[in-house]
């Protein structure tokens, strides 16, 4: 069955980095693309980009662009989200989902990985 | 990209029929047939509920059904039930440079 397994919870202070991490199971990986999201705590969902499992191609949110890396490991079926220059606004769940090539269907979702950014 | 509006709240008896409305422009909702819908309940993850304006995943009872007209797109749950308390999403494709935009949620409450 098709599994999305995200890394551990991370406590950041401001102007850290984190990289949250993605393992695929049950499906080929480089026929699907990881799309991110994340939701500040009581806040909605928050498209962050999406990263091709085919060509490893990524596309960011224009408000994230330049503090955000999205990249593929084929060879682990992982795919990781880098977050730089952290703000305390940057505290949220981060959730990677299975997307497919084209059009807006996230069918399988990680459980989520809280990151805290706090001085 | 703007959010995609949807109401803040839409509230039912059990087993009446709610629609929740997904607004957005001619760049993303009424531009492409690319609309999904998402329940989520507190403290988990967003669950799939309709791709595709209107395609249920497998799994999905038939109380949940999608539409589209023009810029807006609707959630419709028939017969509701408890359960169906949660928080709901739109998302839209909106193109090879925006790609997907959310909706700002709704809550759903089963009186």
């Known amino acids: 069955q098709v599994q999305l397994v995200q890394s551990g919870a991370e406590v950041k202070k401001p102007g850290a980095s984190v990289k949250v991490s993605c393992k695929a199971s049950?499906?080929?990986?480089?026929?699907?693309?990881i799309t991110w999201v994340r939701q500040a705590p009581g806040q909605g969902l928050e498209w962050m980009g999406w990263i091709s499992g085919y060509s490893g191609n990524p596309n960011y949110a224009q408000s994230l662009q330049g503090r955000v890396t999205m990249t593929t490991d084929t060879s682990t079926t992982t795919a990781y989200m880098e977050l730089r220059s952290l703000r305390s606004d940057d505290t949220a769940v981060y959730y990677c989902?299975?997307?497919?090539?084209?059009?807006?269907?996230?069918?399988?979702w990680g459980q989520g990985t809280l990151v805290s950014v706090s001085s | 990209q703007s959010a995609l509006t949807q109401p803040r709240a839409v509230s039912g008896s059990p087993g009446q029929s709610i629609t929740i409305s997904c607004t957005g422009t001619s760049r993303d909702v009424g531009g492409y047939e690319y609309v999904s819908w998402y329940q989520q309940h507190p403290g988990k993850a967003p669950k799939l509920m309709i791709y595709d304006v209107t395609q249920r995943p497998s799994g999905v009872p038939d109380r949940f059904s999608g539409s589209k007209s023009g810029n807006t797109a609707s959630l419709t749950i028939s017969g509701l039930q408890a359960d169906d308390e949660a928080d709901y999403y739109c998302c839209s494709y909106g193109g090879r440079y925006t790609f997907d935009v959310f909706g700002t949620g709704t809550k759903v409450s089963v009186l």
């Open positions: 049950g499906y080929t990986f480089t026929n699907y693309g």
């Open positions: 989902a299975r997307r497919e090539e084209s059009g807006s269907k996230f069918d399988y």
